[in-house]
């Protein structure tokens, strides 16, 4: 996510763990019967203004390649039985006391 949308790393997860993108930032990200796709690419990524560093909301895109990277981490996340929607997090920790990633 760094290296395809230039996004910091306590924009993906915060410091405490107590807060980070979630798949409803992703409007053009679509999730249907275990698939993901974009409806455009490069694809649109909301910074709510909570995860801004300057406290505003802000946009930036991800790339073809990224999308890509994204598409199969949500798809594995899915196989092993997880269920998303717009509330998951972008993340899924393996070990921690939250629910989301910490920097």
């Not at 649109?44 to 073809?64: M, P, V």
């Amino acid at each position: 996510m760094v290296a395809h949308s230039g996004l910091r790393l306590g924009v993906i997860g915060d410091y405490q763990g107590k807060n980070e993108l979630l798949l409803r930032d992703f409007p053009e990200l679509k999730i249907y019967d275990g698939k993901t796709w974009f409806e455009k690419i490069p694809t649109l990524i909301i910074i709510r203004k909570d995860l801004s560093k300057a406290g505003y909301q802000y946009f930036t895109f991800l790339s073809q390649e990224g999308c890509e990277y994204l598409r199969d981490y949500l798809e594995s996340r899915m196989r092993k039985g997880e269920t998303l929607n717009g509330d998951s997090p972008l993340i899924n920790p393996k070990v921690g006391r939250t629910i989301f990633s910490s920097t």
